[in-house]
C-alpha cells in the first residue's frame, strides 16, 4: 500500500510472519480557517493476538483521519482535535466487537475470539507546530536535516519494558533484555483498562523530517528499509 500527497507520503509492506497486511494508514491535509493547511497522518497497527487486527487498524485510520480533517477547519486546537480522533478511532474499533453478525474467516475462528485491537499513532502539522498522539508502542520520531543533531523519539511506549523503566524497577538495558519488554499495555479495543488517554504533545516545527511508525518498526530504527509506514519531511517555516 503507498499514498503519497505533496509534503507526506506512506507506504506500507505485509510483514514476512503474516498472511496479511495487519497495518492501516491514512495520509491527508485540511485546510485551517487562516487559510493555511495542515498535514495529517494516521498510522494503526493491528494486535496480531486479537480478533480481525487488520479490520481493526483500518477502521482507527479511517476514523481518526475523518475526524480530524472534520474538526481543524472549525479552528479545534490540534491537542484537541488529536484527543477526539483517538477516542473516535477506539470508538471504532470497538464498535467491530458489536458486530457479531459477520462471521469470522476460518483462521480466525480456529482462535480465541477476543476483541480487535490495534495501536495508534497519528501526527497533525501545521506551519508551526507539530502534534503528535498515540496509543500502545507505534512511534514518532522527530529527524533533523542536519545530521549532525541526533533524532528523537516523540512517543513513549504503552510497553511493559516502558512501565518498568518509569516505576524504577529496571534500567533500560534490563527491560528491554526481558522477554516481556515489547508486551504492549496499551491498544485500541474493547477490553476493559486497554488504554487511557495520553495528553498529545506538541513540538515546534523545523528543518526535519517526521516520521510514524507501527510496532515493528518502533523497535527496529536502525533499518529503516523495515519502516512499513512513513510520513515524509514536511515543509518548514520559511523554506
Do not use: K
Not at 64 to 92: C, K, T
Request: glycine fraction near 6%.
Amino acid at each position: 500500500m503507498e499514498s503519497e500527497l505533496e509534503g507526506v507520503a506512506a507506504a506500507s509492506d505485509r510483514g514476512l510472519r503474516h498472511h496479511r497486511n495487519e497495518d492501516a494508514f491514512s495520509v491527508s491535509t485540511a485546510a485551517l480557517p487562516d487559510g493555511s493547511s495542515a498535514m495529517v497522518a494516521v498510522v494503526c497497527d493491528g494486535v496480531s493476538s486479537a480478533t480481525r487486527p487488520d479490520d481493526a487498524s483500518a477502521a482507527a485510520a479511517h476514523a481518526a483521519s475523518q475526524a480530524l480533517r472534520a474538526s481543524l477547519p472549525h479552528g479545534a486546537h490540534p491537542q484537541q482535535a488529536m484527543n477526539e480522533a483517538i477516542i473516535a478511532a477506539a470508538d471504532a474499533v470497538n464498535s467491530l466487537a458489536l458486530d457479531t453478525g459477520a462471521a469470522a474467516p476460518h483462521h480466525e475462528g480456529q482462535r480465541h475470539q477476543n476483541a480487535p485491537a490495534c495501536t495508534i499513532v497519528s501526527a497533525v502539522v501545521t506551519s508551526d507546530i507539530l502534534t503528535v498522539g498515540w496509543v500502545g508502542d507505534s512511534r514518532a520520531y522527530w529527524v533533523p536535516d542536519d545530521r549532525n543533531a541526533p533524532p528523537a523519539r516523540l512517543t513513549e511506549d504503552d510497553s511493559w519494558a516502558a512501565q518498568m523503566v518509569a516505576a524504577g524497577l529496571m534500567s533500560e538495558a534490563q527491560a528491554y533484555a526481558d522477554e516481556r519488554a515489547h508486551a504492549i499495555t496499551g491498544w485500541l479495543g474493547r477490553t476493559p483498562m486497554s488504554w487511557s488517554p495520553t495528553p498529545p504533545r506538541t513540538s515546534r516545527t523545523g528543518r526535519a523530517s517526521w516520521w510514524c511508525a507501527p510496532t515493528g518498526c518502533g523497535t527496529t530504527p536502525n533499518r529503516r528499509s523495515r519502516w512499513p509506514a512513513r510520513c515524509r519531511r514536511t515543509p518548514a517555516p520559511g523554506r
